[in-house]
Every structure is written in C-alpha cells, then in structure tokens.
C-alpha cells in the first residue's frame, strides 16, 4: 500500500492541475450517469408498469409533477431528449477526459523515463560496476512500460472510485437503511480480499525477477553467441532456458488463477447479497417498487464497479513491484551522482600544463574486502609526452588509468591535475580533453561516417579522411562498397578485430584530445598495422599526453616513461632502455618472456 501511495504522491507532483481536470471530467460522467438513471423512474411512470408517484422520493415525485400536465407521448419524447442531451454531454466528457487520461500517462512516463536515464547517465562508474547492465534495460524496456499500464490502471481506478461514491451517494439518498447493509457487506468482502492483493504483489515480484533473469541470460546468451556456437554449448544453454519459460509460464497462469478466482468469489458473493438484498427490501424495509427498482438499478451498476476496483487493486499489486525496482533503480543512481545538469553548461577541456599525479593513492573495488586493487601509487604523468604502463595481467594497469579518469576515486591519496586534487567539479571538462580506447572500443550499430560524428558533429568529410589516414583507416573504408556510409552491424561485427581498432582510433583523434588513453588498443592488429599505428602514435608525441597500457613491449620502445606495476603496487619507473639494462627487474622479466615465446 505504501509503494500504492507513493505512486500516486509521484503522478500527483508530475501533473498537478491536470489530474484535477481530469477527476471533475470523471465527476461530471458520473454525475450524468447518474441523472441517466433517474429518468428511468419517470420513463417507467409513463409506461405504466410502475406506480412512480410516490412521496418518499422528493426529486422523482418532483419530477413527476413536472410532467403531469404534459401530454403523455410530448413526456416521452421530452423525457428521451434529455436522456439523449445527457449521454451526448457524457460522451463529450469521457472523450475529454480519455485524451486527459493518455496525456498524463503518457506524459508521466516520458518524466518517468528521462529522469531514469539521465539519472543513470550522470552516475558514476562504481554504480555500473555494481550493477548488471541486462537489468537496468529490463527496467528502461519492460518494467518501465508495466509501470505505464499501471498509471492506466490507476486512473480507471480513481474513476472506478469516484463513480461508486456518487452511486453511493444517490443510493443514501434513496435508502439509508439498505444501502448501509450493502455498503457493509461490500467493505467485509474488500477486507478479506486483501490476501488476494498481497499474493498478487508477490506473484508480481515473482514475475519481475523471472523476467529480469530471462532478459539477463538472453543477453549474455546473444553476446557471446560465437562461444555457443563454436563450442557446441547450445545443449547446455537449452537447459538453463527451457526451466525458466516453463517457470514462467506457472506465473502467469497462476497470477491469472488468482485474479479469476477473486472474481469468483466476489461473483458468488454478490449474488448471495443481491439475493439477501431484495428479500430484505421487500420482506422488512417494505420497499415501495419505484424505490427497490431504482436501487436494484444502481446496485446492479455498482456492485460490478466494487468488483472492478478488487480486480484494479490486484493488477496495481502485481504492478507495484516493477514500480519499486524503477524506483530503487532512480535511488541507487541518485545516490551515485557524480553530474549535474547545470555541468553540462559551458565545459571546455581542461588544458594540462605539467601533468597528471597520484599521490599515496590506495584502492579497493570493494571497502568490505582485504584486497588493494592498488596500494601506495606514487606517480606522475608528465604533460605532452608518452608514458607506458605494463605488468602481469590483473598488475592493476586499468584500475591506475580509470583513477586517472577520473571513474574510480582513491579510498587513500589524491589524484591531481597539475597539482591541483581531481574533484567532481573537475570531472567532465577532465573528460573532455581524454580521448579513451579500450581494448574491447565500442562502435554503434550505424554507418562509419555516424560512428565518426558522433565525437565531431561538425567534422568535414576532408577532417574524417585525414583522421582514417592517420590510423591507417583510409585504405580499407575506401575498399568497401559504400565507403563511409557503410553500416557496420552490432558492435562492429562486420569488421574485423583490427579494424574496428583503427576505426577507434581515428574516432579518438578526430576530438583532438589533449589526453589519449589506448588500453590494449592495438592488440588486434597486425605487424604491418601496428608498425603504422606506432608510427602515427609517434608523431603525435609532443602534441598530446599519451598513456598506453601495452602487453606486447615491442610497442612502447619509444615511450618517454615506462611504469611497471606488479600486485596493485608501481614496481619500478624509467626510460625503456634504463629499465631493460635492469636485469633483476620485472621489466626484463617480461621481456625476457616475450623474447622466448616470439623467438
Ligand atoms: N570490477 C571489479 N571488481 C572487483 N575487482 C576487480 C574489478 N576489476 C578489476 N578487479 C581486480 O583488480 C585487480 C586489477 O585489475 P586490472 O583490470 O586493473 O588489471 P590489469 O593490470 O589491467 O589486467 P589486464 O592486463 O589483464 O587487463 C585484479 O585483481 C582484478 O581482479
């Protein structure tokens, strides 16, 4: 009830005066219903079936009064008229306040969806090292649109309500006495059907996770589908798959089981009720026909309403779990913010003098655990020049460049930028000068030339040329069919390894970084290519700040700095050939060992 609540508090602040609008357009169709279903008395006067002259019902016999010098077929037709002026002012009225409906849903979603993903965009590293990426898109794609059903739900919900206190109002109006018992017999039902929205909120909770794991393994499934399929595991992921759906079929009919049986029951017991209703109502309260009619008539309106709002109340059950992940989703990144809107407003890139440093620097992926990922990291990154970091794998390379980033932050020492401490207030123009390429560089699903300008917007076809010139691009975009228009597929799939590289590469150089960071860049490419690449690297020495972390050694002959890290910790720092002459030093170990296995 308290997710329920906050639900409607969230709706609320969203569309503030347009919710109000739209209740009173619920108001008037009700309302309207309503006089509707007073006329009958009058209509069912003259027909004669009924004695409708009664004193008990002030507005009726106030009506009949009205008619009774009106010839009988001028009644009728006057009578039908208003019936017909009334439902056209009602189908106005719901056609309005449908419109109404849809733009607060709707309107509330997008709200709901541009919080969510700006939030998630302005949050920092640790929160998606923590998270799973399967489930944040489970939560953007299918749960967010649950959500959007449910503010659906909601409204008919709060039409559903409103209309049953107008119905109810007019039954009081019409009977105390019968409505009370009514009213009664229909708040012991509400009551003891409450079991059924708590088991609905845990079917609900039952079927978000399911679906969360089945979003979750379809996507490693997909991503790693050359795996699959090279190492014949299609056996083994059929039997992680066929469980799950079946597990998920069981949810489903099961959440449809409980909502039919409430039906049911509420069904079976409102026939009982109805039945117990009219035997009171003529054997004790002696009702007159006029009067038992008319409530007869609303009840018969009302009570499937009642039944309505349970059925409401449960789908708002199983939908209030999907609400909550969304909200504890906007919370956790929240909480993790490390931008604001108000950052994005006139960044230029930082324009380093000296250089990069850390200093005392320790860092942990998780404060509950003993591992250092680094340990005491004292170094500086001299501006313009090129500064190598090599080691073992797992030495720690990534997680010093990530700090340098300024993704990660030191749980002990600071990082600077000429001497001045790395803070979020430094973070995004930092950013703006950092050019970064990974080992595994990421390329949209679009053409060469979108993938290029996604960094450049304003980049001239001359500027992209020289930029896959300078990373030995050139000569295989010219070679396709379709040059820089042509598309790439998921990730790049239709590349090759190396190409994808140089493709990052040039993306890299067309921002004209005054940082680049290449982790592992050039490890897919071939001699010929990485001789060129190193060739452009070398060229750019001078212009830029060049960081590369590089198992093959051969690549960094020329670096200006080489830093070697072992276990979390920098081992030894030097010039490529200082460090080689070395010989009990780790760095003539790894050279020794690459020397072996290419000799
Ligand atoms: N997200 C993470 N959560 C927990 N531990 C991590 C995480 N990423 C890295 N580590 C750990 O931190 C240590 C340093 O990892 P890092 O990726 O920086 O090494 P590396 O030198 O770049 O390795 P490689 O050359 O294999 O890429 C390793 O022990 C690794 O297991």
């Known amino acids: 009830m308290k997710h329920l609540l906050y639900f409607t508090k969230r709706i609320h602040n969203y569309s503030g005066k347009i919710l109000y609008i739209n209740l009173i357009c619920m108001i008037f169709i009700s309302l309207l219903e309503s006089v509707g279903i007073f006329l009958l008395i009058p209509l069912v006067g003259l027909t004669g079936i009924l004695d409708v002259t009664t004193k008990e019902i002030p507005f009726i016999s106030w009506i009949n009064e009205l008619f009774q010098g009106i010839p009988e077929t001028l009644s009728l037709i006057i009578i039908l008229g208003i019936y017909v002026l009334l439902m056209m002012g009602q189908s106005i009225f719901k056609r309005n306040q449908s419109v109404l409906g849809a733009k607060i849903q709707q309107g509330f979603i997008r709200h709901l969806r541009e919080e969510t993903y700006r939030g998630l965009l302005q949050s920092n590293w640790g929160f998606y090292l ?29 039409s559903s309500f ?12 019409l009977s105390v006495n019968m409505t009370s018992i009514i009213l009664l017999f229909g708040m012991i039902l509400i009551f003891f059907s409450r079991k059924f929205v708590k088991r609905s909120m845990f079917y609900g909770k ?58 049911m029951v509420f069904k079976v017991a409102s026939s009982l009720l109805i039945a117990f209703f009219v035997f009171l109502s003529i054997q004790t309260f002696k009702a007159e026909g006029a009067q038992l009619m008319l409530i007869l008539v609303i009840f018969s309106r009302l009570w499937p309403m009642i039944t309505g709002i349970q059925a409401y109340l449960e789908q708002l059950g199983a939908i209030v779990p999907s609400f909550k992940a969304l909200l ?55 501006s313009n020049k090129m500064t190598a970091i090599v080691g073992r794998s797992g030495a720690g390379k990534s997680t010093l ?14 990082v600077t930028i000429d001497d001045v401490p790395l803070t979020k207030d430094h973070l995004l123009s930092l950013r703006k000068s950092i050019s970064y390429i990974p080992q595994d560089p990421f390329l ?71 940082i680049l960071v290449l982790d592992e860049a050039t490890s897919a490419l071939d001699t010929e290519n990485e001789a060129k ?16 972390i590089a198992h093959r050694l051969s690549t960094i ?11 979390g910790e920098i081992i030894q720092v030097g010039a490529y050939n200082q460090l080689a002459k070395e010989k009990r030093g780790m760095f003539s170990h790894l050279l020794g060992n690459q020397m072996e296995v290419s000799g």
């Not at 923590?130 to 709060?158: C, P, Y």
Request: proline residues 3%; contains cysteine; charged residues 25%.
């Open 328 to 382: 504890d989703l906007q919370n956790e990144s929240l909480e993790a913010r490390e931008l604001f809107n108000r950052d994005y407003q006139d960044v230029t890139p930082i324009e380093i003098k000296h250089g990069l440093s850390c200093r005392d620097v320790s860092f942990r992926y998780h404060p509950n655990e003993n591992t250092y990922a680094l340990q005491n990291i004292n170094i500086d990154i001299p």
């Open 444 to 514: 949209f699903n679009a053409t060469i030339r979108d993938n290029l300008m996604i960094i450049e917007p304003n980049a001239s076809e001359e500027y992209l040329w020289d930029a896959l010139e300078f990373a030995a691009a050139a000569d295989f975009v010219r070679k396709l069919p379709l040059g820089l228009d042509t598309l790439i597929g998921d990730r790049g799939i239709r590349l090759s390894g190396g190409e994808r590289q140089r493709l990052v590469l040039a993306r890299a150089i067309l921002r004209k970084p005054s």
């Open 533 to 548: 690449i190193q060739a452009a690297i070398e060229r750019l020495k001078g212009t830029m700040t060049i960081i590369v």
């Open 130 to 158: 923590k998270k799973r990426k399967s489930d944040i898109i489970n939560l953007m794609t299918k749960e967010i649109f649950n959500v959007s059903a449910g503010v659906q739900l909601f409204l008919k919900f709060l």
């Open 401 to 414: 460049i990530d700090l340098f980033m300024g993704l990660n932050q030191p749980e002990q020492g600071e």
């Open 557 to 567: 002959r020329n670096a200006d700095q080489v830093v070697v890290m072992d276990q």
């Open 162 to 173: 409103i209309f049953i206190l107008f119905q109810i109002g007019v039954a009081f109006y």
């Open 206 to 263: 039952e079927s978000f996770l399911l679906s969360q794991s089945y979003l979750g393994g379809i996507t490693d499934h997909f991503n790693g589908i050359k795996d699959i399929k090279s190492n014949s595991l299609e056996e083994s992921h059929l039997n992680w798959f066929l469980p799950l759906i079946k597990e998920m079929e069981h949810n489903s009919v099961k959440i449809t089981k409980l909502n039919s049986t409430s039906q």
